[in-house]
């Protein structure tokens, strides 16, 4: 019977295959853990990129937050798209109806371009008294393409209709109210955003010898923020020698006074007012920059305004010993008619005299008080602003 010994080849076949399963089971815990180890790494980055991702997402709305909270956006104006506000205004008459040269059918251009180009705006409060006065200054400034507005304080507005003019000034009527109680209700640094200049002056001025463009010039050429007319000595009556005529120059910017008996005068080195950086509020004229800053200064139940005129000078944009002055080059007359509760007895009778109450003192009266209060809140508000710093001082 031959020998049954299995050959060598098959004798190997089993070893190898008996081999196999001790190394599978040696191999499979490690290859569990690589795909634990696996399954969590990526999961780890993957968390972390989503994160990642998120958080530049976050950052992103928070930059693009914060870049539109830094605009500056009008109060109120919040809930509208930017685009549509429209945060200034203007005096500017416009038509109810299209211009004739517009044919029906015709597309319609946008309504941006103004009615005429004024950009200097002149304000006065007027009364039907001085209507001789107020015609010759509507007329000149008319001229000369400003905007004019007229306050009316003794509530006459229709017999102002006999004037040609009449029709392209803007009326306002409230009766027994000053051209700064109108000023600070009308006149608002957004309402006259256009304008480069502002004039706001009284009713019973001279023009005859004034040229509103010529004063524009000279005023932009020397650099005047705050600026008067110079009075003419001869027909007017000065209450302050600075605001007298000077032959001698275009402009002027001080005055010179010996000093009194209470050691009180102006020369070369005088640095505030009035010997220098100061003008009457008569006939004041204010770039628009400048009544942007007198316009917050108005204080709104301070009437008359006194005291008011010693401050300008900090609305001057700058040093007021150089950007307030007076122009000589163009000059005025003031009359000092009664205004605002006087009585003009030139052309009144006796017996309207006698009937009518002159209120003249009483309107100085109150003129002294507002004067004190406002110096008093002057003081009172420099006192309590510890960062606001004095550039005259």
Same mark, same amino acid.
């Given at each position: 019977?031959?020998?049954?010994?299995?050959?060598?080849?098959?004798?190997? %076949?089993?070893?190898?295959?008996?081999?196999?399963?001790?190394? +599978?089971?040696?191999?499979?815990?490690?290859?569990?853990?690589?795909?634990?180890?696996?399954?969590?790494?990526?999961?780890?980055?993957?968390?972390?990129?989503?994160?990642?991702?998120?958080? +530049?997402?976050?950052?992103?709305?928070?930059? $693009?937050?914060?870049?539109?909270?830094?605009?500056?956006?009008? $109060?109120?104006?919040?809930?509208?798209?930017?685009?549509?506000?429209?945060?200034?205004?203007?005096?500017?008459?416009?038509?109810?109806?299209?211009?004739?040269?517009?044919?029906?059918?015709?597309?319609?251009?946008?309504?941006?371009?103004?009615?005429?180009?004024?950009?200097?705006?002149?304000?006065?409060?007027?009364?039907?008294?001085?209507?001789?006065? &107020? /015609?010759? @200054? &509507?007329?000149? +400034?008319?001229?000369?393409?400003?905007?004019? @507005?007229?306050?009316?304080?003794?509530?006459?507005?229709?017999?102002?209709?006999?004037?040609?003019?009449?029709?392209?000034?803007?009326?306002?009527?409230?009766?027994?109210?000053?051209?700064?109680?109108?000023?600070?209700? !009308?006149?608002?640094?957004?309402?006259?955003?256009?304008?480069?200049?502002?004039?706001?002056? /009284?009713?019973?001025?001279?023009?005859?010898?004034?040229?509103?463009?010529?004063?524009?010039?000279?005023?932009?050429?020397?650099?005047?923020?705050?600026?008067?007319?110079? %009075?003419?000595?001869?027909?007017?009556?000065?209450?302050?020698?600075?605001?007298?005529?000077?032959?001698?120059?275009?402009?002027?910017?001080?005055?010179?006074?010996?000093?009194?008996?209470?050691?009180? =005068? #102006?020369?070369?080195?005088?640095?505030?007012?009035? #010997?220098?950086?100061?003008?009457?509020?008569?006939?004041?004229? +204010?770039?628009?920059?400048?009544?942007?800053?007198?316009?917050?200064?108005?204080?709104?139940?301070?009437?008359?305004?006194? =005291?008011?005129?010693?401050? %300008? =000078?900090? #609305?001057?944009?700058?040093?007021?010993?150089?950007?307030? =002055?007076?122009?000589?080059?163009?000059?005025? &007359?003031?009359?000092?008619?009664?205004?605002?509760?006087?009585?003009?007895?030139?052309?009144?009778?006796? $017996?309207?005299?006698?009937?009518?109450?002159?209120?003249?003192?009483?309107?100085?009266?109150?003129?002294?008080?507002?004067?004190?209060?406002?110096?008093?809140?002057?003081?009172?508000?420099?006192?309590?602003?510890?960062?606001?710093? /004095?550039? !005259?001082?």
């Amino acid at each position: 019977m031959p020998d049954m010994k299995p050959s060598p080849s098959r004798t190997v %076949l089993v070893a190898e295959s008996k081999s196999k399963i001790p190394c +599978f089971y040696a191999i499979l815990p490690a290859a569990l853990l690589l795909c634990i180890v696996l399954f969590f790494t990526t999961s780890f980055f993957s968390q972390s990129y989503k994160e990642k991702l998120s958080s +530049f997402t976050i950052n992103q709305n928070m930059g $693009s937050t914060s870049s539109c909270k830094k605009k500056c956006r009008p $109060s109120g104006s919040e809930a509208l798209p930017e685009g549509i506000v429209a945060s200034t205004s203007s005096l500017e008459m416009r038509p109810l109806w299209a211009p004739p040269h517009i044919k029906r059918g015709q597309p319609h251009p946008e309504p941006h371009v103004k009615m005429n180009l004024s950009t200097n705006l002149f304000a006065m409060a007027v009364g039907i008294k001085q209507k001789d006065l &107020v /015609d010759k @200054m &509507v007329k000149k +400034f008319l001229a000369s393409n400003f905007s004019v @507005m007229l306050f009316h304080y003794d509530g006459i507005v229709d017999e102002w209709k006999t004037f040609e003019w009449h029709d392209r000034v803007i009326h306002i009527s409230v009766v027994d109210q000053s051209k700064w109680w109108f000023a600070k209700r !009308f006149l608002h640094p957004d309402i006259v955003a256009e304008y480069d200049y502002i004039f706001l002056w /009284d009713e019973d001025l001279g023009v005859e010898n004034f040229h509103p463009k010529k004063y524009i010039s000279i005023v932009k050429e020397e650099g005047l923020e705050i600026s008067q007319p110079a %009075l003419d000595p001869k027909q007017s009556e000065v209450h302050h020698q600075i605001t007298a005529l000077g032959r001698r120059s275009e402009v002027h910017r001080r005055t010179f006074k010996v000093a009194g008996s209470d050691g009180k =005068g #102006c020369d070369e080195n005088s640095t505030a007012p009035p #010997c220098t950086g100061w003008i009457e509020v008569m006939a004041p004229v +204010f770039s628009k920059a400048a009544w942007r800053c007198v316009w917050y200064m108005i204080q709104n139940d301070l009437v008359h305004a006194w =005291g008011l005129d010693m401050q %300008l =000078g900090y #609305c001057s944009q700058g040093d007021r010993t150089k950007n307030v =002055g007076v122009v000589d080059a163009e000059y005025i &007359v003031h009359y000092n008619r009664p205004t605002l509760g006087g009585i003009d007895k030139t052309t009144a009778s006796v $017996s309207s005299q006698e009937k009518e109450k002159d209120h003249r003192v009483d309107v100085r009266r109150l003129s002294y008080q507002e004067l004190d209060i406002f110096q008093k809140r002057w003081e009172k508000a420099v006192e309590e602003d510890k960062c606001w710093v /004095d550039p !005259f001082e």
